[in-house]
């Protein structure tokens, strides 16, 4: 949500706001004063400030009612329309509305394919943004014929970096069901095309096969395997290999049971809500690739399992970059992990209500401007 804030930023010099003055220029454009492009940049503004203060619910509204002012107008200007789609469905999966999400994401892609060029990179990515929702709603299936459908009409328009990307998220589904030869053989069909020559593509091949690589991989050798990405001064470090989440075995159970379309073998009572849960964990990542500090900066009441996220992090390894290339603490970093929800209807009520669930929806909130703090 927040680079698109950016990116509609970028294609203008119309608002550069904050503080109250965001609040009074996106009441302005609350009462159809603005145009499309600038009520988007103003809205997702105002709601990301609110999605960093944790008032989930007040963002998704915001946004709502943004997108029903604006969605009339997809035909002239379908860019801040999508984006106002794409953030509305970031606030909604995060909030546990996932019915919201997944609408919101259909509307996304269906205006940029009914309102942008054929040959439009949005346009060539949407099918992987809509295999990525699947991923997101847990329907695997549809996730992979997404993916299938991406790289081969990217194929088929010589799109060859759009089809390394849906090659690379199959990579992943394979992996995900220990499916190590199978991704590996993919992998080296992405090196063969030519715009595996690009630095960039190459890196993200590299991290792929390593992560390929390390599957079924001892813990203590990890490192030796993350030293095989490399990088350049200047690159940004890529997540590489990472521990697994301790999840509640309750949650995860009654998870995959709705996936399946069965009911909850641990029901909830009908009186029972789990609030929204989230938790800013802070930390550095240094030049070799590992992670230092890592630490709960602010979380809302009850989120005691931020405390596990604290030891997840730390074992972390990402890309190494020549040690001249960063200060020496590293660069600092900022993730905001929201516990996974669901709006579910509990044995013996009538009423929908958010439940959590396992897993955890995690957004960068680092400010990419911002400078190095020094180490404590």
């Known amino acids: 949500m927040f680079t698109l804030l950016l990116m509609l930023q970028a294609a203008t010099a119309d608002i550069v706001i904050k503080g109250k003055r965001l609040v009074e220029a996106q009441a302005d454009c609350a009462r159809g004063n603005c145009t499309p492009l600038r009520d988007a940049t103003a809205t997702i503004a105002l709601a990301e400030s609110q999605f960093r203060d944790g008032e989930y619910l007040k963002a998704k509204r915001l946004l709502a009612a943004a997108v029903a002012r604006n969605k009339d107008k997809a035909g002239s200007d379908p860019r801040p329309v999508a984006a106002l789609y794409e953030a509305y469905a970031t606030v909604a999966i995060h909030e546990g509305d996932r019915d919201t999400y997944r609408s919101a ?11 942008l060029p054929a040959d439009d990179n949005a346009v060539v990515l949407s099918s992987i943004t809509l295999g990525d929702m699947w991923m997101k709603l847990r329907d695997y299936r549809r996730a992979q014929n997404a993916y299938r459908a991406a790289e081969a009409e990217a194929r088929r ?7 390394v990307l849906a090659g690379l998220r199959l990579a992943a589904l394979d992996m995900g069901v220990g499916k190590k030869a199978v991704a590996l053989r993919r992998i080296s069909a992405l ?3 030519p715009v595996a020559a690009d630095p960039e593509v190459r890196k993200l091949l590299t991290v792929m096969r390593v992560r390929a690589e390390a599957v079924y991989t001892d813990r203590a050798k990890t490192g030796d395997i993350a030293d095989q990405v490399g990088g350049a001064p200047g690159d940004r470090q890529l997540l590489v290999w990472e521990p697994p989440y301790n999840l509640v075995a309750s949650s995860d159970a009654n998870s995959l049971s709705r996936a399946q379309g069965f009911i909850d073998p641990i029901p909830r009572t009908a009186s029972e809500q789990d609030a929204v849960q989230w938790a800013d964990i802070g930390f550095w990542v240094k030049a070799d690739g590992r992670t230092a500090e890592a630490e709960v900066l602010q979380a809302s009441p009850g989120s005691r399992w931020a405390a596990a996220i604290v030891s997840q992090v730390e074992g972390r390894r990402y890309s190494p970059i020549p040690a001249t290339s960063v200060p020496e603490e590293g660069t600092y970093r900022i993730e905001r992990f929201t516990r996974r929800s669901d709006y579910t209807t509990p044995i013996g009520s009538l009423v929908r209500r958010r439940m959590a669930t396992n897993g955890f929806e995690i957004v960068d909130l680092t400010n990419p401007d911002a400078k190095p703090r020094p180490a404590s």
């Open 191 to 193: 090196e063969a095309l």
């Open 105 to 115: 994401v259909a509307d996304q892609v269906r205006v940029l394919r009914d309102h």
């Open 157 to 163: 328009r010589g799109e060859d970096r759009a089809a």
